[in-house]
């Protein structure tokens, strides 16, 4: 028949469990924001590993299902429901790699979730910063705002005399000013010849902090 000229091959995907939107803002890490797990999916729908099952069933080679037929591998087939049915958790860091790398295909929804959460964003200055940030400076202060609401870390290289610390206090004073610094103040680890460069810079740019 014609349909077998669309034959389907039964394949892994990570999917999101929790249904994360792209709209999705936080300060949190990822792993907390979303939870990831196996799914088995064929041509473009995401099944259960019932749902899996009960095509194998069937016990044939070739499996009618929707406009197409699947084949069935029984080799394939174990490990695939093995993995599905793992009770371990695929972490945030396995996730990303995947997505980087192409080791792994992600659900649809997970790719635009992710994209979403890595695109960078604009956010104005703190509204108390006594500064104008150069247009790199800004470009900068975007980038660690967007990482970090993205859930990750982030190391701002820029060479020596840029205005990295400014940077810094910027986007302190934007976590200060949504409330998300907490009460316990933030620590800054710098070398002792720093220490008083990091005054001199918070009582010149940073007035909510002095």
Same mark, same amino acid.
């Given at each position: 028949?014609?349909?077998?000229?669309?034959?389907?091959?039964? /394949?892994?995907?990570?999917?999101?469990?929790?249904?994360?939107?792209?709209?999705?803002?936080?300060?949190?890490?990822?792993?907390?924001?979303?939870?990831?797990? %196996?799914?088995?999916? =064929?041509?473009?729908?995401?099944?259960?590993?019932?749902?899996?099952?009960?095509?194998?069933?069937?016990?044939?080679? *070739?499996?009618? #299902?929707?406009?197409? #037929?699947?084949?069935?591998?029984?080799?394939?087939?174990?490990?695939?429901?093995?993995?599905?049915?793992?009770?371990? @958790?695929?972490?945030? =860091?396995?996730?990303?790699?995947?997505?980087?790398?192409?080791?792994?295909?992600?659900?649809? $929804?997970?790719?635009?979730?992710?994209?979403?959460?890595?695109?960078?964003?604009?956010?104005?200055?703190?509204?108390?910063?006594?500064?104008?940030?150069?247009? &790199?400076?800004?470009?900068? &202060?975007? %980038?660690? +705002?967007?990482?970090?609401?993205?859930?990750?870390? +982030?190391?701002?290289?820029?060479?020596?005399? *840029?205005?990295?610390?400014?940077?810094?206090?910027? =986007? *302190?004073? /934007?976590?200060?000013?949504?409330?998300?610094?907490?009460?316990?103040?933030?620590? =800054?680890?710098?070398?002792?010849?720093?220490? @008083?460069? %990091?005054?001199? $810079?918070?009582?010149?740019?940073?007035?909510?902090? /002095?």
């Amino acid at each position: 028949p014609k349909e077998l000229l669309r034959e389907l091959k039964p /394949r892994l995907v990570l999917r999101d469990t929790k249904g994360a939107s792209a709209s999705l803002v936080s300060y949190l890490d990822l792993g907390s924001l979303v939870s990831y797990e %196996w799914a088995l999916a =064929v041509g473009d729908q995401i099944l259960t590993a019932d749902e899996f099952e009960a095509l194998v069933a069937k016990k044939t080679a *070739l499996v009618r #299902f929707r406009d197409g #037929f699947v084949r069935l591998n029984p080799q394939e087939i174990a490990a695939l429901l093995k993995r599905a049915r793992s009770p371990d @958790s695929v972490s945030a =860091v396995e996730v990303l790699r995947a997505h980087f790398s192409g080791a792994a295909e992600l659900s649809t $929804e997970l790719n635009r979730s992710l994209d979403a959460l890595l695109e960078e964003k604009h956010y104005p200055p703190p509204r108390s910063l006594s500064a104008n940030l150069r247009p &790199y400076q800004l470009r900068g &202060y975007n %980038w660690v +705002c967007s990482l970090l609401q993205a859930g990750f870390g +982030c190391i701002l290289a820029d060479d020596m005399g *840029l205005g990295k610390t400014v940077q810094a206090i910027s =986007v *302190l004073l /934007r976590l200060e000013e949504e409330g998300l610094l907490g009460e316990g103040g933030t620590l =800054v680890v710098a070398p002792t010849a720093l220490l @008083s460069n %990091w005054e001199r $810079e918070l009582e010149r740019f940073a007035p909510p902090f /002095r």
